[in-house]
């Protein structure tokens, strides 16, 4: 029996039917899904999205720092009163550095309260930073529609990180109990979203 030779054009189609196919089973699996179980949204690591509240926030990255540093001890700059740069041998500088971007259709404000959990259950909360000595502390802002902070031609958005600095004191054992995760937090300390950190 010879062999049966299709025309070019059913090749091609059937070629394309099968790219879409398997193009189409890709997308699938790449969609994120949220588990009943977890009542805010979440994002892994560097560069990726989250929407809390009106505003999308974006982690630039997060590292430990070593105050030493010439650029890292420009973040440690405007500590409140009591509050040293030194730190113990069990503990640790960590820096989060967020963008956000304000899609709501009218203004609002970027959030002013977050926290940082372990794997054991340690919470650790930002120390505040002064704004007037310190360009990159994250400073609470109200944005206009597609709005963004930090805002353009800023030293935080010029910098190397591009976004506006969350900095913790955080004990070594975090090296143990990783993955740490970003609790954006509403009225009432209510969890807007979380995003799990490098380290």
Known sequence: MGVVRLPRAVTLRRSLIALCGVLFAIGLSACGHQSPHQNFADANN???YISAGYITYQLQISRELNQYSPEDSA???GLPPG????????QLWYGVFLWALNQ???PATTADTFIVTDTQGNVYHPIKLDPNVNEFA????????????PGPNTVASDGPTQGGLLLFK??????????????????GDRKLGGISLNL
Request: proline share 9%; aromatic share 10%; glycine share 10%.
């Open 170 to 187: 955080v004990n070594s054992s975090v090296y143990s109990n990783r993955p740490l995760t970003l609790f954006i937090l509403g009225p």
């Open 104 to 106: 709501s259709g009218h």
């Open 46 to 48: 560097d560069g990726d």
């Open 75 to 77: 973040y440690l700059k």
């Open 83 to 90: 509050v040293s740069a030194n730190i113990g041998p069990d």
């Open 138 to 149: 994250w400073t609470p802002t109200t944005l206009k529609n597609l709005g963004t902070y």
